[in-house]
């Protein structure tokens, strides 16, 4: 029989007393759980006379969404501790400690990040990451380069994505992502003064094709190991520092995927500045500000992923003249295609951002959502034509 159950209090402290090196004999532990409780618990253990803490995060049987519960595999526990394992290997400093891990209990010990906030946050109470795109970029180009098929044995490749084919998870994605948005849905969810933009969305010929598109990618295209849930709330940051955390949808896909994640988070803050921001100058300066970030993260990702192959790439036919190019232009392509499914999911489907959803004047955050809705639906149609990330600005700039 399983030894699964949900950890109560007691039980996490038990377990974070066992791990060796963080916490004193003496002391007492006292525990916390800090998690949303939607699909996963987090417990924060501390020892008040010696400072120390750590985190143990442990998944659910099932997805709790406003009321409705469906039952999802405890395995993506052993994906994520995996994949943090992975990542920590490929781009060392980007990720939590693992300090322990056991996927009976599927539960992941880690290192205490609460000296960072989470980046949306962060970006909504107005701060500035000077150091985030250099370090997303390389956390990217790193783990993406790595465990594609230019940076890793194209054997080693497929027996390690059979690990990684995270079926539950990945449904989520395909119907919450490329799906249910551009239908009238149960699971969607917006504010009722969006209901002819919803319309609009359901009904766009033109759009859906795209969709379609972008779909067949996600479903098809085991490109490299992505993290798979590179959202602003699964970043954690201080001016000096960026830990990406929660890879728990992890599987082989377009690599585009993770990149367009981090744009599009930052593009629908740049959305919500129509709120956060109180003056049109201040407003302005913002928006420059994530304007620059995106063009920088886009930019030292291709940069660092360009040396990685030349200089590490194992593969004598992907050398061929003009192979790096048409594939780089490819990633750019798939990478803004991503990053407007993600953007409008966020708008009409059913998990929504806090940038935008926390604007309190109904009028301003119906701006906020449109905007964010119609750079999302450009981005998307017109992907297959970009070959430039000016052209990723330009459409964002031109629509607010
Ligand atoms: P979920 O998969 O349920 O979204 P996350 O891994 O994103 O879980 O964690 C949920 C929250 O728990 C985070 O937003 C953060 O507040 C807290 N948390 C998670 N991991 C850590 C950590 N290593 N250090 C500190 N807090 C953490
Ligand atoms: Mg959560
Ligand atoms: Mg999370
Ligand atoms: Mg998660």
Redesign the pocket.
């Known amino acids: 029989m399983s030894k699964y159950h949900p950890l109560t209090e007691q039980e996490a402290i038990s377990i974070a007393r066992n791990i060796p090196g963080i916490f004193s004999g003496e002391g007492e532990l006292s525990c916390r759980e800090?998690?949303?409780g939607?699909?996963?618990l987090?417990f924060?253990v501390s020892q008040a006379s010696t400072g120390a803490s750590l985190?143990v995060?442990q998944a659910l049987p099932y997805a709790k969404v406003v009321g409705e519960s469906w039952p999802l595999s405890l395995d993506r526990a052993r994906i994520e501790s995996e994949a943090l394992i992975i990542e920590a290997r490929l781009a060392p400093g980007l990720v939590?400690k693992v300090y322990h891990t056991d996927h009976e209990l599927a539960l992941t010990v880690?290192?205490?990040?609460?000296s960072?906030v989470?980046m949306r946050q962060g970006l909504i109470d107005g701060g500035v990451y000077p150091l985030f795109a250099e370090h997303i970029s390389d956390f990217l180009a790193k783990t993406l380069f790595y465990t594609s098929d230019l940076g890793m044995n194209q054997q080693e490749k497929k027996v390690l994505a059979r690990s990684f084919s995270n079926p539950d998870l990945c449904k989520i994605t395909e119907d919450l992502i490329f799906d249910h948005p551009y239908t009238n849905a149960d699971t969607n969810s917006f504010d009722p003064h969006l209901q002819e933009d919803a319309d609009r969305l359901w009904s766009d010929a033109e759009l859906h094709l795209e969709v379609a598109l972008l779909r067949e990618k996600f479903l098809t295209h085991a490109q490299a190991l992505l993290h798979g849930d590179l959202h602003t709330?699964?970043i954690?940051i201080t001016e000096q520092s960026t830990?990406v955390?929660?890879p728990?949808f992890a599987y082989f896909g377009p690599i585009g995927f993770d990149i367009g994640a981090v744009l599009a988070n930052l593009l629908l803050h740049y959305a919500s500045q129509e709120h956060w921001s109180t003056d049109a100058a201040s407003r302005s300066e913002r928006r420059q500000y994530l304007i620059s970030t995106i063009r920088e993260v886009w930019t030292g990702f291709e940069r660092k992923f360009r040396v990685l192959w030349n200089e590490h790439g194992t593969d004598r036919i992907a050398k061929t003249a003009g192979y790096q190019d048409h594939y780089m232009n490819r990633l750019l392509q798939d990478t803004v295609g991503f990053t407007g499914a993600k953007m409008a999911r966020r708008i009409v489907g059913l998990a929504h951002v806090a940038d935008i959803d926390r604007i309190p004047d109904a009028d301003v955050r119906a701006t906020a959502q449109r905007l964010a809705l119609a750079i999302g639906t450009n981005l998307i149609k017109q992907n297959r034509q970009v070959s430039s990330i000016e052209e990723l600005i330009d459409i964002a700039v031109t629509a607010s």
């Open positions: 800090i998690g949303d939607n699909l996963n987090v924060h985190i995060k939590p880690m290192e205490d990040l609460s960072h989470i709330g699964s954690f830990k955390i929660d728990e």
